[in-house]
């Protein structure tokens, strides 16, 4: 395979100069000047601009078989973990979209989402009706770099069989130094933090 990466997005990120080694920890040293620079926001959706790039550009190449389809939401009831710098993007993005939270349902999640019934489950951003995500552009890097290639009734039942998630290794170190540059949890309770954060500022 070409280098797609390196050629198509020379010009663009942080990280891009680091393409040779991945090397985690300067990584993670990059993408702090970045956000010191650039501030928080700007800087977590430029981390999902070049993920999201370079995921489109190795399925056009490569054409791997990709099952997931818009409104399956069959990994939406996984229990999902993002950074802090994350929560910060996503509650921006709820805030300026103006985006209703169910604060019990994140409540009862954050405390232990794997006990619950499957429907008290699904994400808190999930559409119960169109099963879509309410916060996709802002979707965290746990979310965006999930795919599946088995076929779909493995997710939907894993007692039929269990599902094969596709991973790029190099976009998963990406994710681990976004994760080590701020702290991390479950999404549910650190979207909470963000609204409680917000409430002691007013």
Not at 174 to 198: D, F
Request: proline fraction near 4%; charge should be positive; hydrophobic fraction near 35%.
């Amino acid at each position: 395979m070409p280098d797609l990466y390196k050629e198509k997005f020379k010009q663009n990120s942080w990280y891009i100069n680091l393409y040779q080694s991945y090397d985690i920890i300067k990584l993670k040293k990059a993408y702090k000047k970045d956000r010191k620079n650039k501030g928080v926001i700007s800087a977590i959706e430029n981390v999902y601009r070049n993920v999201d790039n370079y995921m489109n550009e190795y399925r056009k190449f490569e054409k791997p078989k990709i099952t997931c389809e818009k409104g399956c939401a069959f990994c939406c009831s996984k229990e999902v973990f993002i950074s802090d710098d994350e929560a910060k993007g996503i509650y921006n993005y709820v805030t300026k979209n103006k985006l209703k939270i169910d604060l019990n349902k994140a409540t009862l999640q954050a405390v232990s989402k794997q006990n619950l019934p499957l429907i008290h489950r699904e994400c808190i951003f999930l559409d119960t009706e169109s099963k879509e995500c309410k916060v996709y552009n802002l979707r965290p890097l746990s979310c965006r770099m999930l795919l599946a290639s088995s076929e779909p009734k493995f997710c939907q039942d894993n007692k039929k069989g269990n599902p094969f998630y596709f991973l790029l290794p190099k976009m998963e170190n990406i994710k681990t130094a976004v994760w080590n540059s701020s702290i991390s949890g479950v999404l549910p309770a650190m979207i909470l933090k963000q609204v409680q954060e917000e409430r002691m500022t007013k």
